[in-house]
């Protein structure tokens, strides 16, 4: 079946360096992306989304780039701090409105 | 704070008890979603409700599990007959969504149940 995935299950970074988390998804009809923080305990935190009409939206510190003809998605953290610190998902509704979430990335920042 | 709350946060219940989860989004979130999630993976879609009707159930919700949304604001989830397998943590998410497309879906801090 068609899935959402991620190239790097761990990432680790140096505080202050940029980030890069990498997406793969698979469903053509996927036309609304989401990145979401999980800190450890908690439940996943709404960071920043992108619509397939889109290649790039920037927030605070993040952007994301969509790529729709390889289908792939990344998350960019520019200034990376120690509290960036978690596992990162990305998700996609697959044409529908249900949020279909890959594996997750863990981000580690060192001080 | 996303304004998605559950309860209770952690669940400890002998295998074969029933327990009952509740999740209260805002009062704009017309859609509201149920995932279950284990150590290492991400969220696993269980059901979604638009409103009081719930639209879609995941094959990973077996007939030990119903939800229900009655008046199409706070949501119930119950696992009838636990067994150990059912141990995760049970997340709830509202959105406000309006129309054909979606928008942010917002997590509440999830149920962690383990059943011994």
């Known amino acids: 079946g068609e899935s959402v995935g991620l190239h790097l299950p761990t990432l680790s970074v140096q505080e202050g360096d940029n980030s890069i988390i990498n997406c793969a998804y698979s469903n053509s009809a996927s036309d609304y992306f989401i990145w979401y923080k999980q800190e450890s305990g908690k439940g996943p935190q709404f960071i920043i989304d992108?619509?397939?009409?889109?290649d790039k939206r920037q927030g605070q510190r993040v952007t994301v780039l969509l790529n729709k003809t390889v289908k792939h998605l990344s998350l960019q953290i520019a200034a990376t701090q120690p509290g960036d610190s978690a596992v990162y998902f990305c998700?996609?509704?697959?044409?529908?409105?249900?949020?279909?979430f890959g594996r997750g990335t863990s981000l580690i920042v060192h001080p | 704070d996303t304004g998605v709350s559950q309860d209770p946060r952690h669940k400890i219940t002998k295998r074969g008890q029933n327990v009952t989860f509740r999740c209260d989004p805002i009062s704009e979130h017309n859609r509201l979603y149920w995932y279950r999630q284990t150590l290492g993976q991400g969220p696993e879609f269980l059901t979604y409700f638009q409103n009081e009707a719930q639209l879609e159930k995941s094959r990973l919700l077996s007939d030990r599990f119903s939800a229900e949304r009655p008046k199409g604001s706070f949501s119930t989830l119950e696992i009838q007959r636990t067994e150990q397998g059912d141990s995760a943590m049970y997340l709830c998410?509202?959105?406000?969504?309006?129309?054909?497309?979606?928008?942010?879906?917002?997590f509440g801090q999830g149920t962690r149940l383990t059943v011994v």
């Open positions: 998410a509202g959105e406000s969504g309006t129309g054909e497309g979606n928008t942010e879906a917002f």
């Open positions: 998700a996609e509704n697959g044409g529908s409105y249900i949020p279909t």
């Open positions: 992108i619509r397939s009409n889109m």
